[in-house]
């Protein structure tokens, strides 16, 4: 494993029509680090996540996975010209992403859900892809499940679901936009456990949060973002312990009470 | 109600019958197929990202759409010959008009479809690291066509019964047989009659299927 970051991201911009969503951010991941980003809604947090695998595009700076260009080609005279769609598909592969919504397949079952990737992107026989579904289902704790439709799962179980989903393309980090936003407060704790395994087993991660008893705990540095910029980055100790900005003592002083 | 029925005369003819519905059947086939194939080119354009797809889609669906179909079959039948140089038969072109026109009405329910399911499903496909038509075929279409189904029978139960305006162009479908059947037996309402329950014979099984097909997918979830 070499020191180089696994995700850099340089001067990067985004808007929406004339709403400037990014206003130059600049940061790094190092392989094995959790990075949790944290801020008010609207602050561009998930946007940011977001241009890590270029589901969103952005008009300047640059995102960089693992030393290649996130979404463009370098052309003739630093002009950044749109990658293919394939070159796209495959850096996206190797990132695993998990949402809000969950975003499981409901006309497959659990099963089908988790061997999906593997199957047609990466073309693993179907009995590997199989096992590998598997363990990680019953990694996950959902080994029951593995022939109920989505439908049929309570929200943690739909988003440990989709958690192995992404797993199963056994990607070199793993991006989590508010995974428990959208869940009843008794099923937070069961999508966290699984978070903080992996965490712990060495996973990359960046975790857009609301928890913020998570990034203080599992995270080894934590973002604050407003207004599209990055107001203070820093170990979970000095942002909840003694923060910088006044405006990350604001927030946290509103999310915390 | 003085008025006799007379069946037994309407049974000597069977045969006219038999010979219309499958003149019927095989220009509902033609006509469908060419409705669906440029349908699903027509409502993918639709869906297009660029400007360059979606804008010519959208004019002829508009055209086809804001047109009566009468007028479209004389046309494709009278006036596309003058201009084009290509004169089709009669049968060639009201499948053609037909599918013509219903493309304009498939690509609708095709872009619907598509448009129907949601963002964080082409999001998920996208972040497993689909590629554009992988997404479509197995996580957006498999979803879609769901949703497609009922409009999909109801437009083609329109379909079939728009293969009657063939008659204009003297297409032996099953309602000019049975106008020129009329013309021997002076049996109109007896005919007319056998019309109206064959096209409902060879109708109603599909729209039976779309009910049945709706039912099971919605208790699957």
Known sequence: ?257 | MDYIWQWNQIWDYRQVFVRGAQATLVLTCWALLIGLVLGLVLGLMRSARVAVLRLPAAVYIDIFRATPILVQLVWIYYALPILSGVQMGNVTSAAVGIGLHSAAYFAEIFRAGIASIDKGQSDAAKSLGMGYGQAMRRIILPQAVRRMVPPFINEFATLMKLTTLGSVLAVNELLHEAENLINNTYRPLETYTVVAVLFGVMIYPFIWLSQRLELRWKTRG
């Open chain 1, 1 to 257: 494993m070499s020191d180089a970051p696994l995700i850099k991201v340089n001067g990067l911009r985004k808007s929406f029509g004339k709403l400037e969503v990014l206003r130059g951010i600049s940061f790094e991941v190092k392989r094995g680090e959790v990075l949790a980003i944290i801020g008010p809604s609207g602050s561009g947090k998930s946007t940011l996540l977001r241009c890590l695998n270029f589901l969103e595009e952005y008009q300047m700076g640059e995102v960089e996975f693992d030393g290649a260009l996130v979404g463009y080609q370098r052309g003739k005279a630093g002009r950044m010209k749109l990658d293919s769609d394939r070159n796209i598909g495959r850096i996206r592969a190797r990132m695993g992403m998990v949402f809000q919504s969950f975003n499981l397949f409901p006309h497959k079952t659990v099963l089908e859900n988790v061997m999906e990737g593997p199957l047609v992107v990466q073309g693993v026989p179907r009995a590997e892809a199989e096992g590998r579904a598997r363990t990680l289902l019953a990694r996950v704790g959902l080994i029951d499940k593995i022939g109920a439709y989505p439908a049929r799962l309570s929200g943690g179980q739909q988003q440990r679901a989709a958690i192995a989903r992404a797993l199963a393309m056994q990607p070199a980090a793993m991006l989590f936009d508010e995974p428990t936003s959208a869940l009843d407060p008794e099923l937070v704790g069961e999508v966290l456990e699984v978070m903080q395994s992996l965490a712990a087993e060495g996973m990359t991660m960046v975790v857009v949060t609301h928890e913020m008893g998570f990034a203080r705990q599992v995270a080894d540095r934590v973002m604050m973002m407003d207004h599209g910029e990055i107001v203070e980055l820093a170990p979970p100790a000095q942002i909840f312990g003694a923060p910088e900005s006044p405006r990350t003592a604001e927030f946290l002083r509103r999310v915390l009470h």
